[in-house]
């Protein structure tokens, strides 16, 4: 599985100046608009991140308590595998989600430069 890059998708200098050519009332309507938007999305960025921490923290707790399990003897293990492959498959989910709203605040930034 291939994952974007950061930076990826950040137009060129030379795909705006297509775009807008010598519009510059309409470059810089869009320039106020991606300002806008930066400044929402750097107070959600930063709130989501904090949710996104504790998320990951309780994952990890319930990778703990499964190693835990495990350890014991009697377990079953391919009960532990198929609960660590759900509990992996959900931190998988989690980070991707939250990368994705940092690729698109990455590329705003990247956008108004």
């Known amino acids: 599985m291939t994952y974007p890059a950061l930076g990826?998708?950040?137009?060129?200098?030379?795909?705006?100046e297509s775009e807008y050519g010598t519009a510059t009332d309409e470059l810089c309507q869009a320039h106020e608009s991606i300002i806008e938007s930066i400044l929402e999305e750097e107070?959600?960025?930063?709130?989501?991140?904090?949710?996104?921490?504790?998320?990951?923290?309780?994952?990890?707790?319930?990778?703990?308590?499964?190693?835990?399990d495990v350890d014991k003897p009697g377990?079953?293990?391919?009960?532990?595998?198929e609960?660590?492959?759900?509990t992996l498959l959900k931190k998988i989910q989690v980070i991707t989600q939250f990368r994705s709203k940092l690729l698109n605040f990455h590329k705003h930034l990247k956008t108004e430069e």
């Open 8 to 16: 990826e998708g950040v137009p060129t200098f030379e795909q705006l």
């Open 43 to 68: 107070e959600q960025l930063i709130s989501k991140h904090r949710s996104h921490i504790d998320e990951v923290v309780s994952v990890v707790k319930e990778e703990m308590s499964l190693l835990n």
């Open 75 to 81: 377990s079953d293990v391919e009960q532990y595998v």
């Open 83 to 86: 609960l660590l492959d759900a």
